[in-house]
């Protein structure tokens, strides 16, 4: 059973970095790797949401709100996948979530990242 735990979540200033990262167990390395890899966020009264993806050829995605702030890598022999947000904004609170998608898709718990002065 695969399972995530995402860390790295904080408060921050506005314009400030934090990076997330995210932890895979239970699965092999290669399965893994040929899998995707996404970050989502839910703020509180909102849908969860796409922050970025990452495919197993290393192709990323990004919602429009976060392209040129926030870079998502992956790093297959240590099976984590991390967030490196930049000039965060009020507007990027919210909870963060770590998704596998594997053939049955997989989610961590969360880790809370708070953007406020």
Do not use: H
Not at 52 to 58: D, E, K, L, N, Q
Request: hydrophobic share 30%; charged share 20%.
């Amino acid at each position: 059973q695969v399972q995530l735990v995402e860390s790295g979540g904080g408060l921050v200033q506005p314009g400030g970095s934090l990076r997330l990262s995210c932890a895979a167990s239970g699965i092999s390395r290669i399965s893994f790797s040929i899998n995707g890899m996404a970050w989502y966020r839910q703020a509180p009264g909102k849908q969860r949401e796409l922050v970025a993806g990452i495919g197993s050829s290393g192709s990323t995605k990004y919602a429009d709100s976060v392209k040129g702030r926030f870079t998502i890598s992956r790093d297959n022999a240590k099976t984590t996948v991390d967030l490196q947000m930049n000039s965060l904004k009020p507007e990027d609170t919210a909870v963060y979530y770590c998704k596998w998608e594997g053939p049955v898709n997989a989610w961590g718990r969360g880790t809370q990242v708070t953007v406020s002065s």
